[in-house]
């Protein structure tokens, strides 16, 4: 029996006092579930649902007339020949297909017209920036109180592999505070997932939105419990991120029953190991100091090995798939964040959302969102900015409500001079932001009183550390304010840092087509620069010799102590689960609160 079933046999021999409670820690927010005029009367809600539909078809036909002559470096999973009588007939189907939705767009643009005008005053009178999902006042969550402290349980829907009781992870949204142990653990996910309109994704050589959307919502659900990577008959173990990977050598894989006892065992392994995490006191050290000597072997990651508790997503912008990723998110994050945007701002009109989502465990009791005002061009017709939020966590043991502040966002794309200026004045404005948003959010609180446990911000910074031409940048006070689990004290990167930024004309090449694959590639010196940006040195030279090849990193998640809170990384990992279904690497980072410790 694992230390966690030992832990809640006793929990449950003691005297425990279960109390159905219809919100997580009362009546601690007022946020109303649905869409950016939810909180309007039934004709404003009215009037905005049947612009969007009018608009829609429109787009839809436009979307796909534009990606019709969209080659996206002639991949064959984008175009597929079309044979009859032994003749190619794709070109003549092309020529048919631009024609019907030519004429489609003609006749549905006055729809279009009469959308626009319906929706330019409604976005004025916008009440809120975005769209949010909860459960239904009806869903309850199980309140616990025991002589070793209080919890909270959240419904869990993990199957079990075979027979093997429930288990539940040390790295899950479970927490439990005691006056021994004040430890806190949080998994916080970021990818950039490029959930575009279909013309966008086939330049970036990315097939329908559409078609990605079921897939990414599979991977971060159902890849949390799939301890295997099948890859031409074979299966290889992801060991827990204290261990190496085995060989697919050393694992039975003749028949299925074999790989159910695989699985099993892997699991049984994976708990044990992180259970450890949480009951050793004196495990202070960070990531960066337990790895800053080895193989990048141990953060990369086929597959997810627990729940994140947060997922902070870029690019989700096209309508259609992000209803898709929504249902599948659903069923394991009942909170999320999206449809956000200030459509009119700033003297501004965009044309897209800001592309921004995030997915939680626990519930929002705050939410804020600013757009940026600087853009470099076609960056302008996205209304790119900051979507902060606010968490709540449990009652501390002093009887204070533990919260949490965490932040998305998407700078600037491209790299020149006009692009570089708008992100520093972009995350200039991402420091002031926070710390107003911080403020102004401790004030509406007035029957309890808060403690803050973490301040994290994540997101797609499209610039790294080490590139000359991101200088600028990498002098932003931001990075001086929060840490990088990434950079060491010097403020070099470590040497298990690999980039995230994959390049896309080889996005769907034979030897990185697969997650397994592809972790192969960015463990290996000598091929992973071919897959992943490169950096330039810091000075300009005229040989790419001492070059940081396949280290270009432009995805982020950094951290900030909070008061009478010590925060220690445990672990980093880079994903190569999302294989061919975006152009980046997700990552993740598990960290540990120590409550009442400095």
């Not at 999902?133 to 349980?153: F, L, M």
Request: net charge neutral; glycine share 4%; aromatic share 8%.
């Amino acid at each position: 029996m694992t230390k966690d079933l030992h832990r809640r046999k006793k929990m449950a021999d003691s005297s425990t006092v279960v109390n159905e409670i219809e919100d997580m820690g009362g009546n601690v927010s007022n946020l109303v579930a649905g869409g950016p005029f939810a909180t309007s009367n039934i004709i404003i809600r009215f009037l905005y649902r049947f612009a969007i539909l009018l608009k829609t078809p429109w787009w839809n036909c436009l979307d796909s007339l534009v990606a019709i002559f969209i080659v996206a470096h002639k991949s064959p999973h984008l175009q597929k020949p079309i044979l009859a009588c032994g003749r190619d007939l794709s070109c003549c189907v092309l020529l048919l297909k631009s024609f019907v939705f030519a004429i489609l767009v003609i006749l549905l643009s006055p729809l279009a017209i009469i959308s626009v005008i319906m929706l330019l005053p409604l976005q004025m009178i916008r009440p809120r920036s975005y769209s949010y999902i909860s459960p239904p006042p009806r869903t309850k969550i199980r309140a616990h109180t025991t002589s070793a402290g209080s919890y909270t349980e959240f419904d869990s829907d993990l199957p079990n592999l075979q027979d093997l009781p429930l288990i539940r992870s040390s790295r899950s949204s479970l927490n439990m505070t005691t006056s021994s142990n004040n430890k806190l653990m949080f998994t916080i996910i970021t990818a950039n997932l490029c959930l575009m309109p279909k013309f966008v994704a086939y330049i970036n050589n990315l097939s329908t939105s559409m078609e990605r959307s079921r897939k990414i919502a599979n991977y971060f659900i159902d890849g949390i419990m799939s301890k295997l990577v099948v890859d031409n008959s074979s299966i290889t173990v992801v060991p827990s991120s204290h261990h190496h990977r085995h060989d697919s050598d050393n694992v039975c894989a003749d028949d299925t029953s074999g790989r159910h006892n695989v699985a099993a065992h892997a699991y049984r392994n994976s708990t044990e190991n992180m259970d450890d995490v949480v009951l050793e006191d004196d495990d202070d050290e960070s990531v960066s100091t337990l790895w800053s000597v080895t193989s990048k072997e141990k953060v990369v990651s086929d597959t997810l090995i627990s729940p994140a508790d947060f997922l902070c997503l870029q690019e989700v912008f096209d309508g259609s798939s992000v209803t898709k990723l929504l249902e599948g998110l659903k069923s394991r994050y009942p909170y999320i964040v999206y449809d956000v945007s200030w459509p009119v701002h700033d003297r501004l009109v965009t044309l897209l959302g800001s592309g921004l989502v995030v997915a939680s465990r626990y519930k929002f009791i705050d939410i804020s969102f600013k757009a940026f005002k600087d853009g470099h061009k076609d960056d302008k017709l996205a209304c790119k900015g900051l979507l902060m939020t606010k968490v709540y966590v449990g009652k501390s043991s002093d009887g204070k409500d533990m919260v949490g502040y965490l932040s998305n966002t998407h700078l600037q794309a491209w790299s020149n001079n006009g692009a570089s200026k708008a992100r520093c004045k972009q995350l200039e404005s991402i420091k002031k932001w926070i710390n107003d948003f911080i403020q102004e959010s401790a004030k509406r609180k007035h029957d309890s009183v808060e403690k803050m446990i973490f301040n994290v911000i994540a997101g797609d910074f499209n610039f790294d550390r080490i590139s000359h031409f991101d200088t600028n940048e990498q002098k932003s006070d931001i990075l001086k304010s929060y840490k990088d689990p990434c950079m060491d004290e010097s403020g070099r990167l470590f040497n298990w840092v690999i980039g995230t930024e994959l390049v896309q004309t080889r996005l769907h090449d034979d030897c990185v087509r697969t997650p397994n694959r592809l972790h192969k590639m960015l463990v290996s010196e000598l091929e992973r620069f071919q897959y992943v940006a490169s950096t330039q040195p810091n000075k300009p030279t005229t040989t790419n010799d001492n070059c940081e090849d396949g280290r270009r990193k432009v995805d982020y998640i950094l951290y900030r102590d909070c008061p009478q809170v010590k925060t220690t990384v445990k672990d980093f990992k880079f994903y190569t689960g999302l294989t061919t279904l975006t152009d980046h690497l997700p990552i993740g980072m598990t960290f540990v609160c120590d409550v009442d410790r400095t």
